[in-house]
C-alpha cells in the first residue's frame, strides 16, 4: 500500500511539473500577440528597407490612439523621369504610397512586354533601359507593370482581450514608355 501512495505522489508531481514547464515557455514564446517585437513603433514612418534619404514609401501612423481608417484602395503613385526615349536610353520609375499603416511594403516591377531591360524587380527606385536597336522599326511600346502589397497587422487590447487584425492590400499600376528612332 505504501509503494502505490509514493508512485501515486511521484507521477502527480511530475505531471505538476510539466505544466509549470509548458505554462513557462508558453510564457516566454510570447503567445497571445505580445507586441514587444512589433516591427511598427510610433516613430517608424517608412517601410523596411527604405533608404532614409529618398523616403519614397510614406506609411500614415495613428498617433493619439484612434483606430486608422478602414483602407479600400492604395495611393500608389509612380514617377517616371521621361516617358519617350531615344534607343538605348534610360529612364528612372520612382514609386510612392501614401495613406496607409503598414509594417511591410513589397513592391514587385515587372517588364511585361520584355523590351528593354529593368534594373531590379523589387528595389525603390528602378532604372529602366531602351534596347539599344528597334530591329527595323521606328516605334515600340514597352510596358512596365508595378505590384504594390501592404501587410497591415494591428495588435491592440481591448475589454474582450487580445485583439490581431491582418489585412493586405494590393495594387496593380501600368506605365507605358515609348521608344523612338
Do not use: H
Not at 7 to 32: H, K, M, P, Q, R
Not at 49 to 58: A, L, Q, Y
Not at 120 to 144: D, F
Not at 175 to 180: A, D, G
Amino acid at each position: 500500500m505504501r509503494v502505490s501512495r509514493i508512485n501515486i505522489f511521484f507521477y502527480s508531481s511530475l505531471v505538476g511539473i510539466y505544466i509549470l514547464l509548458v505554462g513557462l515557455v508558453l510564457s516566454l514564446a510570447s503567445c497571445g500577440g505580445s507586441n514587444l517585437k512589433n516591427p511598427v513603433s510610433e516613430q517608424d514612418t517608412t517601410a523596411e528597407g527604405s533608404e532614409t534619404t529618398g523616403d519614397v514609401v510614406e506609411l500614415t501612423q495613428t498617433l493619439d490612439g484612434t483606430e486608422p481608417e478602414q483602407v479600400t484602395d492604395l495611393d500608389v503613385k509612380i514617377t517616371v523621369t521621361k516617358k519617350t526615349v531615344q534607343p538605348g536610353e534610360a529612364v528612372e520609375l520612382t514609386a510612392s504610397v501614401k495613406g496607409v499603416r503598414g509594417t511591410s511594403v513589397t513592391l514587385n516591377w515587372l517588364n511585361i512586354t520584355e523590351l528593354g531591360e529593368l534594373s531590379a524587380r523589387s528595389e525603390n527606385p528602378v532604372t529602366w533601359t531602351a534596347p539599344s536597336t528597334l530591329n527595323g522599326e521606328n516605334v515600340r511600346v514597352e510596358v512596365i507593370q508595378l505590384v504594390v502589397t501592404v501587410i497591415s497587422e494591428v495588435v491592440s487590447v481591448g475589454s474582450s482581450g487580445i485583439e490581431t487584425d491582418t489585412q493586405i492590400f494590393t495594387d496593380t499600376k501600368n506605365v507605358l514608355l515609348t521608344v523612338r528612332n
